[in-house]
């Protein structure tokens, strides 16, 4: 065999080995979805504590008015909410669009926290901790400036939090609200409901794992004041604060039925910069987080930094592998003699693939249907190439600002009026 052979065997058993993890992680978000299905998720309380929901915003004027208003739209208590939001340093009229909103409703305790570029504009995480100061409430919500939450979100989510000790956060399912906007919201739409809710919702079924998505979350206050905060040099603060949640002994878990909506990047350009920052992230916490596997004491949480290992190391290495002799073989400098099978096993696995993801969507309303299978196809020969380049970019990056003790640049994601 020729070395050709053997990074073609390598890619082979690395995809299937994370096929078999997708699938298998699928098949428990369709069980999990379908018992959730068929209960009540309200749990009602004796007592409703205070919620402080915070929304970090920097220039956010095409989409914070609609946002503002969802999130007092909730049949949460009136009383027994405020609504903070931090107005990070933006250049645009979101300030105005705040203020407006506030003249509206005199009655409802919108606070609006205005930073300038020495305290703000560092990104979210900085958001959040100043959000954290002038807060009262003993449990958080989190929501991005582009949700449009239902007004059930936040009473499920708290409900549920307070009737489990053993949960640290709960964290709801986001949906695509401009998903006809473009070629790429409609495949950022089947990878949000196929790779991240449904992921989501097999590993709490399986493992009691989740990490939290950075959106539509309720987190108790008492977990963020030990913690010291959000960390200011994590790009992911979802994923990096889901860990030392994890360390700490609690849970978080999912719950399908709260739902929010939210606006995705409708460019390939605010899409790539958007989810290198994540990878960057996810990288970052990748890091800081992967002595634990060998840990016993690390717990469950270990199959976290595991999965995160595989997706972002094993996943990347095995698909630059198989792209790079595939392009190599066309032009004549690769010969693999494993050609028949391998050609077999891709089939296989491309069949498989869009299999999976249409399991997902037949659970969705107006989501299972031809259009929606040509589009998976699609998606796997030019989406999954899209995401390799990412991460190289990415792992680039991170090395290049670890060698130069460089600061990131934040990039907000572009929004756009819907």
């Known amino acids: 065999m020729s070395i050709a052979d053997y990074l073609t065997l390598f890619a082979m058993i690395a995809i299937w080995t994370l096929m078999g993890i997708n699938v298998f992680l699928s098949v428990g978000g369709f069980i999990y979805y379908y018992r959730m299905a068929k209960t009540d998720p309200h749990i009602p309380l004796e007592e409703y504590p205070f919620v402080s929901v915070m929304v970090p915003a920097h220039n956010e004027s095409a989409v914070i008015q609609r946002t503002v208003r969802a999130l007092l739209n909730f049949d949460y208590p009136k009383d027994r909410y405020e609504v903070i939001v931090i107005n990070d340093n933006s250049s645009d009229d979101t300030a105005e669009k705040l203020k407006r909103i506030q003249a509206q409703n005199p009655d409802r305790m919108l606070i609006v926290v205005n930073t300038d570029n020495k305290v703000g504009g560092k990104g979210k995480s900085n958001a959040l901790n100043i959000g954290f100061s002038v807060a009262k409430g003993t449990v958080f919500a989190i929501y991005d400036a582009d949700n449009t939450p239902e007004p059930q979100a936040l009473r499920l989510l708290v409900e549920n939090l307070m009737a489990d000790e053993s949960l640290g956060a709960v964290i709801g399912k986001f949906r695509t609200r401009n998903r006809n906007a473009s070629l790429m919201t409609r495949f950022v739409n089947i990878e949000t409901l196929a790779h991240q809710c449904m992921n989501q919702a097999g590993r709490w079924f399986f493992f009691k794992l989740c990490t939290i998505p950075g959106t539509n979350f309720v987190i108790h206050r008492h977990i963020i004041e030990e913690i010291g905060g959000w960390d200011p040099d994590a790009l992911s603060e979802d994923t990096e604060i889901s860990f030392r949640i994890y360390r700490m002994g ?10 929010t909506w939210e606006q995705e990047p409708f460019k390939l350009s605010i899409w790539f910069k958007q989810r290198t920052r994540w990878a960057m992230g996810n990288l970052y916490v990748l890091k800081n987080n992967f002595k634990y596997i060998f840990d016993p004491k690390g717990g469950l949480m270990r199959l976290d930094v595991l999965y995160y290992t595989l997706v972002y190391i094993l996943m990347m290495t095995a698909l630059v592998c198989s792209d790079s002799i595939f392009v190599l073989g066309i032009l004549g400098y690769a010969h693999v003699s494993l050609g028949g ?23 969705e309303k107006n989501e299972f249907s031809l259009q929606s299978a040509f589009l998976v196809l699609l998606m796997l020969f030019s989406y999954a190439k899209l995401w390799v380049v990412v991460v190289l970019k990415a792992l680039w990056m991170s090395i290049k600002r670890a060698a130069t003790k460089s600061e990131f640049t934040w990039y907000k994601t572009e929004r756009s009026a819907d």
Do not use: D, E, G, H
């Open 250 to 259: 609690y849970k978080i878990r999912m719950l399908p039925q709260a739902v």
């Open 341 to 363: 099978l391998s050609t077999l096993v891709w089939v296989l696995a491309c069949t498989l693939f869009v299999c999976n993801v249409m399991l997902t969507l037949a659970l």
